[in-house]
């Protein structure tokens, strides 16, 4: 069992930054990726960042990118996600999610087998 714990979150005022970091253990596995993702009220789950660790490669949706940054750290199997020039719109719950295997699609939640609490950023107008 993988054991994902996000910690960070919280409430800025648009235009403002928030870091979130993510933490997974209880296996020793090289994961195929780790990402973020974010869910508002009345509205599908959709992918955010993602950072695979083999290929060291990040991907971003077009909604964040030049405001988001996802940076890993190997050796603790952790992610961060610095969001900067926060807009009300990034207001949302955001989930970490891990992914063991490889996929040819990491903007799916269905790659990821292992996902976090969710952490709430509220981006105040």
């Known amino acids: 069992q993988v054991h994902v714990v996000e910690s960070g979150g919280g409430l800025v005022q648009a235009g403002g930054s928030l870091r979130l970091s993510c933490a997974a253990s209880g296996r020793s596995f090289s994961l195929y990726a780790m990402g973020w993702f974010r869910q508002a009220p009345g509205k599908e789950r959709e992918f955010v960042a993602t950072a695979t660790w083999r290929s060291s490669s990040t991907y971003y949706a077009d909604s964040v990118k030049g405001r988001f940054t996802i940076s890993r750290d190997d050796a603790k199997n952790t992610v961060y996600l610095e969001m900067n020039s926060l807009k009300p719109e990034d207001t949302a719950v955001y989930y970490c999610?891990?992914?063991?295997?490889?996929?040819?699609?990491?903007?799916?939640?269905?790659?990821?087998?292992?996902w976090g609490q969710g952490s709430q950023v509220t981006v105040s107008s």
């Open positions: 999610a891990a992914a063991p295997y490889y996929s040819a699609s990491v903007i799916r939640p269905s790659t990821y087998d292992y």
